[in-house]
């Protein structure tokens, strides 16, 4: 019956038959998973793990495995803006999983405390609707994995410690001051320095998505 | 002049660690104002991505689950796809592209471990002459490199034959004809990297010594099985006479050579090892 069923999604599914597609839609559900379980409220130098023993690599299991049972005949959007609302979905219900009968019962700056903060609560800064638009937002989060990719092949140790501090743990210049050896400025100088260089490098990598209206101007 | 790009990005910086007003834009050039508003669109999106993980290959995320063999196996492998394959295999391990322009090949690296796989286009990863010859190429090359792994791109699974410098080097084979060495097995990519890193780097329990230097030493009973084990062994021997008959005396005995390690162990002991070894000898006799 398991065969049968294997064989059917293999013969209908079309990101099966797609697999650099399928890759690249797992990599951002994976991103997607993290942002949503480590990218709020979170302190930086806490490690990345879920109370109860989940961990984002089980959660994008779940997602990957629903996206590939999703009916291709019900779709009525893209499989990466439907992929991006499976992988917010089972990461939100498992920080709920997480968070059972344990908020209200912990102190601040518990280790095990588990905060949870509403999107509208997160600082100001980008533009919040494009978060909420899953084509948008798959297309934003595919550019920082372009990023990403750049920065591990073109960086040194050290402004790859600055650039992932800053960027993507939310870590402060004075923390990163301490760990490179340097004043918080230079840190911030260093900062601003190599993500310029990085968007100028991504305006030419052809997998940099520009779709949705935030390239890099010439 | 500073970039009114970098003032307002750290303005933006200021803003998210310090609470400080959010910078106002309007002052800038159009194409400036652009730059701004796509690092601080991407540092809203980066944040919480992890950029030091590796994603688990697709395959190890739904091995175990029903959709287990839904994928149809890679036939036409590539540097990136063997790359991504071995990133799934051991989260210690370090794993990039040597972008060889001849013949790239992905390397697997931990401590002092370096092992490269190498492509060839073939349903099975069989040492020919001219793969033996990329190989020692690759050896030459690179002294660092412990292994090599020949990858068969078009075999379903990606089989892999790990080999060593001893594998392609000029040997002398004995009388019979047979190998010197036996080469691993060709395994499944996955397979073939795991088992060499579990061979190379072995990952063993933990163990608590402070636990194991908390519990006190039974002295006694450690030289009663020391002895014990060794009366035994001698006394199985094939002695004669009365060499056979003294060691045959002491079995039963033990309890002698455990209570002179104790009495020799207690602290100010004057005993004397030799005289009192003789004296059991004696009586054993």
Redesign the interface.
């Known amino acids: 019956m398991?065969?049968q069923?294997?064989r059917t999604?293999?013969l209908t599914?079309p990101l099966?038959a797609d697999?650099a597609r399928?890759?690249k839609i797992?990599?951002n559900m994976?991103?997607q998973i993290?942002?949503?379980?480590?990218?709020?409220g979170?302190n930086p130098g806490s490690e990345?793990a879920l109370h109860g023993g989940e961990s984002?690599?089980d959660v994008?299991?779940d997602a990957?495995?629903a996206l590939?049972?999703y009916d291709p005949g019900k779709l009525r959007t893209t499989w990466e803006a439907l992929s991006v609302g499976i992988a917010r979905k089972k990461a939100f219900a498992a920080l709920r999983r997480a968070t059972r009968g344990r908020r209200g019962r912990t102190d601040p700056g518990d280790p095990d405390e588990v905060t949870v903060i509403p999107l509208e609560a997160a600082?100001?800064?980008?533009?919040a609707a494009?978060?909420r638009d899953p084509e948008r937002?798959f297309e934003?989060?595919q550019?920082?994995?372009v990023?990403?990719r750049l920065?591990?092949e073109t960086l040194s140790d050290r402004e790859r410690t600055v650039f992932?501090g800053?960027?993507?743990?939310?870590t402060?210049?004075?923390a990163l001051a301490e760990e490179v050896g340097v004043t918080p400025q230079a840190v911030?100088?260093m900062?601003?320095?190599v993500?310029?260089a990085l968007?100028e490098a991504a305006r030419t990598d052809p997998e940099f998505p520009t779709t949705a209206g935030?390239?890099?101007?010439a | 002049m500073t970039d009114p790009v970098d003032a307002a990005v750290l303005a933006f910086l200021d803003h998210l660690e310090s609470g400080a007003p959010r910078p106002d834009l309007d002052h800038l050039a159009q194409p400036d104002r652009a730059r701004v508003r796509t690092i601080v669109n991407g540092l809203v999106t980066a944040r919480g991505i992890d950029p030091r993980a590796e994603r688990p290959a697709i395959e190890s995320l739904l091995d175990g689950t029903p959709l287990a063999g839904l994928l149809p196996a890679h036939t036409t492998g590539d540097v990136t796809a063997v790359r991504r394959l071995l990133r799934g295999v051991d989260h210690r391990a370090t794993v990039d592209i040597d972008p060889a322009p001849e013949h790239p090949t992905v390397v697997l690296s931990y401590l002092d471990l370096r092992a490269r796989f190498l492509l060839v286009p073939s349903d099975a990863p069989t040492v020919t002459a001219g793969v033996r010859g990329l190989v020692e190429a690759i050896f030459d090359g690179d002294p660092d490199t412990s292994r090599v792994g020949i990858v068969a791109s078009a075999s379903p699974e990606l089989l892999t034959q790990v080999l060593s410098v001893d594998d392609v080097a000029d040997t002398i084979t004995t009388p019979r004809g047979e190998r010197h060495t036996r080469r691993e097995p060709p395994l499944p990519l996955a397979l073939a990297a795991r088992r060499l890193l579990e061979q190379s780097a072995p990952e063993w329990p933990s163990f608590d010594f402070d636990r194991a230097n908390s519990s006190p030493l039974d002295v006694a009973g450690v030289a009663a099985e020391i002895a014990g084990r060794i009366i035994a062994r001698e006394s199985a021997r094939s002695y004669r006479g009365d060499k056979r008959r003294a060691h045959r005396a002491l079995l039963g005995h033990e309890h002698l050579f455990a209570d002179l390690v104790v009495k020799v162990a207690a602290q100010g002991s004057a005993i004397d090892l030799d005289e009192e070894i003789s004296r059991i000898t004696r009586a054993a006799a």
């Open positions: 398991r065969t069923l294997v999604a293999r599914h099966v697999r399928l890759e797992t990599d994976s991103a993290q942002k949503v379980i480590y990218g709020r979170r990345r984002a690599e994008l299991q990957l495995i590939l049972e600082p100001e800064m980008g533009d494009d978060d937002a934003r989060t550019q920082q994995l990023l990403l920065a591990r992932f800053i960027h993507f743990d939310g402060t210049r004075a911030g100088q900062y601003v320095r993500v310029k968007y935030q390239g890099w101007p």
